[in-house]
């Protein structure tokens, strides 16, 4: 800084500049005024630009509903708002994602809830306990109930808001060697997501857990750094893990779905009638979502047969009693966790029966 009205040393203000620095101020706000009168015609017309980033295939029941919500966000806001789609891990990984929607670098995502622990929200991992859900009926009865909603209201002190449950769907697990009985399990490095029910679950088969991006998990079953994997078909097939699996097992032993978060001081940011039109897409991509996703997993069980690359084996009713058997230990070890009450509630609300 130089002297300009600066306390002189005698304690005087150096008035001669203070009188410049008030025409500099002037003439500084004229053209600020000037420009910003072409600026704010643009701002109004610019769209609000939302960045959507996730990690899976375009082609999946998660890929498809994002780019329905950009649809119709584009329709309702009549392209006030622009949701951009980023697929495949193309700006983010898995824990890089959620960093990037606290800072306001991305806008929206929809991480698996088994990705939620990292967030601080473990609760979430409730979700992945083995054999929890009997089918979609029971699954929904929690993620369209009060306790889908409480579970989404935790987010918020994080600074994010939870705005639906896309489904994906039950997950299957895969390997170079038949997966019937646990005992099969034994020794095997398998890919599992961030979630410590998912550790557990794989100790409790007598398998090593291997907690990896999704986006490595193609290259790790290919050179060998994990022997398997679980997923629901629709990513096994869309990441083209048939190429580096011989057999799938469908166990349908647990259950693998989505929450569409969004930044929270990006969201209360906008104006209000955006936002209502915004709701109105997602609840109606919600339900688009939740409509194609059982048939884009049965139709990937059929790509995954019709590739001749891996064996598609179904459990006997007997083989499927000793996973449950094994894997059930998961709901009392991780009561500490998640919380016993939380679970004892998933368990009322979706029917669970623990001897079934
Ligand atoms: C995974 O990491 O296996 C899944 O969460 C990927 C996804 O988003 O479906």
């Known amino acids: 800084m130089g002297l300009l009205g600066r306390k002189m040393p005698d304690g005087s203000i150096n008035q001669g500049e203070c009188s410049m620095k008030k025409w500099q101020k002037w003439l500084l706000t004229g053209m600020v005024s000037l420009l910003a009168w072409p600026l704010g015609a643009n701002a109004s017309t610019a769209p609000i630009v939302i960045k959507f980033s996730h990690v899976v295939a375009v082609d999946t029941p998660k890929g498809k509903a994002a780019e329905k919500f950009r649809d119709l966000a584009a329709s309702y806001t009549q392209n006030r708002v622009k949701v951009e789609v980023y697929p495949n891990s193309q ?22 809830l088994a990705k939620f622990g990292p967030l601080g929200a473990k609760e979430f991992e409730a979700f992945d306990l083995p054999f929890l859900f009997n089918d979609f009926d029971a699954l929904h009865k929690v ?6 909603q409480t579970l989404l209201r935790k987010l918020e002190p994080k600074g994010i808001i939870g705005l639906a449950y896309w489904d994906n769907g039950f997950k299957q697990m895969s390997a170079n060697k038949p997966l019937r009985e646990p005992t099969d399990f034994q020794g095997l490095k398998m890919r599992i997501q961030s979630s410590k ?14 907690t ?7 290259q790790a079953l290919q050179t060998g750094v994990v022997d398997g994997t ?9 990441q083209k893990m048939h190429e580096v699996q011989k057999y799938l097992t469908i166990s349908n032993h647990g259950y693998l779905g989505y929450a569409v978060i969004v930044n929270k001081d990006f969201w209360m940011g906008l104006p209000g009638d955006l936002r209502q039109q915004l709701e109105k897409a997602m609840s109606e991509a919600t339900v688009y979502a939740n409509q194609i ?5 049965d139709q990937a069980v059929e790509a995954v047969r019709a590739s001749g690359k891996t064996e598609v084996l179904t459990l006997t009713p007997a083989q499927r009693r000793l996973w449950q058997q094994k894997m059930m230990v998961v709901h009392t070890q991780m009561e500490d966790r998640i919380g016993k009450e939380l679970i004892a509630e998933l368990h009322r609300a979706a029917g669970f029966d623990a001897g079934r």
């Open 143 to 148: 993620t369209k109930g009060p306790l889908g």
């Open 91 to 112: 700006l983010y990984k898995d824990k890089e994602e959620l960093e990037a929607l606290q800072m306001g670098a991305v806008q929206m995502l929809a991480p698996s």
């Open 212 to 218: 990896m991006a999704f986006s490595e998990v193609y």
């Open 197 to 210: 029910v998912l550790d557990a679950q794989m100790r409790a088969m007598g398998a090593m857990p291997q």
């Open 230 to 238: 679980e997923n629901p078909p629709s990513n096994f097939y869309t």
């Open 293 to 297: 996703a059982k048939q884009e997993n």
